[in-house]
């Protein structure tokens, strides 16, 4: 696309009122393009609109209009999430009208070097783990992207003095052309959002591009354990830098034998950064996460001792192996984050005791089958909800689990009180309650963060 600054005076469609929509909306208002903005809510369920109408900006909601895209358009800023089968996008394409998300807008505004992390997990707990590090070794980061605030209003504040820490979907690197960040990690590719991408050739495509116009001068963090991260390390353009879990390393970040996070450079000297047993959070997925971030942070010129120091202290993230409580001797964890079944087959693996597991969701088009050694081997019962309640109940019932408990009703508060409740009946003392859904949230809640604060309020209420 071109500079925003070539919008002004032009029609520009925002699609969709979430928070990317809002800013994308009040940016390109600002600088003076003619901004439309079309959701498909109704107006009474689309608090954002008010806003924007007050500050002058059209807004037309309750469905697409077929006149949205016209003659004078030069441009739609899409929400991730809405998929590019929507009319008004299919218009667009066959129009010749650009289609972008706030990711490539942002990029083009923004004066401070990006830091661009994805994967299918590990994203979250990853980039507020670099955002630390920056942050203790005054590096100035901001934090942005899928993780807080909307990029392009971040973008806009930056300094060249600053570093971009930015949290990418898949959704939002699909919407991209001529991003290219500074420093790009994919942390792993597995098998989910399947029913937007259609094929995983589409998704690891899309997250793929992440890399698609990196230069020498850039640099790329790629998982060495991961097959599709190591099918990019001989094909980037950039400066190539592993972490590994698995396999000592020539260059990279990796766990040793003895368990220490270790960084060698290019010239062979070796930094030990931290024992894995000092790490503030816990499980095997937690390390990979360490280790991709001390890589990130060791490119952006961390010190080896800022990245420890965060290491040990860092706690977690909110709705990720989160502990809640205890109660009556059984331990609550809520792990709304993990949306698909690779997230928690890794959680769940995190703990030694045994495991009452809540999970379910929406259905995706997977026939979960992929739990099924982990319900043989790590889970003492399960309690399923939402759209994926009998296909899980299908492989729980393969894995010759006894103890299974559904949840019928559609009603997401009343689901996860009685999904909690039958999970105690099922728990003995010293046992883990473990709300980790395998699913995404979107059949019954409106996000992973609304089903994990009604999870910790159900058990709060015990």
């Keep these: 696309m071109k500079h925003p600054s070539k919008y002004r005076g032009k029609k520009v469609v925002v699609l969709g009122l979430a928070r990317s929509g809002v800013a994308a909306a009040k940016f390109f208002h600002e600088i003076g393009a003619q901004v439309i ?109 899928n993780i807080g605030r909307a990029l392009i209003e971040a973008a806009a504040e930056a ?114 950064i931290l024992p894995a047993k000092e790490l503030g959070i816990r499980g095997s997925h937690n390390i990979e996460n360490a280790l991709a971030a001390s890589a990130i942070a060791l490119c952006a010129g961390a010190s080896a001792e800022a990245i420890a120091k965060v290491l040990r202290e ?37 703990f030694d005791k045994k495991i009452i597991l809540i999970a379910g969701g929406l259905d995706r088009g997977s026939d979960y089958s992929e739990l099924l050694p982990l319900l043989k081997s790590h889970v003492k019962a399960i309690v399923t909800l939402g759209e994926t309640r009998e296909k899980i109940n299908r492989v729980a019932r393969e894995a010759g689990l006894s103890a299974v408990e559904t949840v019928d009703t559609a009603n997401s508060a009343e689901a996860i009180r009685e999904a909690v409740q039958a999970a105690v009946r099922l728990a003995g003392e010293e046992d883990i309650v473990l709300l980790s859904p395998a699913c995404a949230s979107w059949d019954m809640f409106p996000s992973y963060e609304e089903r994990g604060r009604m999870f910790k309020e159900s058990v709060h209420n015990l």
């Design 37 to 145: 903005v079309n959701d498909r809510k109704s107006r009474e369920t689309s608090p954002e609109a008010d806003e924007l109408e007050a500050l002058g900006i059209s807004v037309v909601c309750g469905g697409h209009p077929p006149d949205l895209i016209s003659g004078d358009t030069v441009l739609v800023v899409k929400n991730p999430g809405i998929p590019y089968t929507a009319p008004p996008l299919v218009q667009a394409v066959e129009q010749g009208v650009e289609v972008v998300t706030e990711v490539e807008v942002a990029y083009r505004i923004c004066k401070a070097p990006i830091i661009g992390i994805t994967g299918s997990n590990g994203k979250t707990t990853t980039t507020t783990l670099v955002g630390l590090m920056l942050e203790e070794d005054k590096l100035q980061p901001i934090v942005a992207g």
């Design 159 to 272: 300094s060249p003095d600053h570093w971009m820490v930015v949290e990418l979907s898949s959704f939002q690197l699909k919407g991209t052309h001529e991003f290219r960040p500074a420093i790009a990690a994919l942390l792993n590719v597995y098998e989910t959002h399947l029913d937007y991408h259609g094929s995983m050739e589409d998704y690891t495509a899309s997250k793929a591009k992440l890399f698609a116009n990196q230069t020498q001068e850039d640099k790329a963090i790629l998982n060495a354990d991961h097959p599709v991260c190591q099918s990019l390390v001989h094909t980037s353009q950039a400066q190539v830098m592993l972490f590994s879990r698995q396999k000592v390393l020539d260059h990279g970040v990796y766990l040793s034998k003895d368990g220490v996070l270790t960084y060698r450079d290019k010239d062979g000297n070796v930094q030990p």
């Design 314 to 350: 860092f706690r977690g993230v909110e709705h990720r192996l989160e502990f809640v409580s205890r109660h009556g001797g059984v331990s609550f964890y809520n792990d709304s984050k993990a949306t698909n079944p690779a997230a928690t087959t890794k959680s769940v693996e995190a």
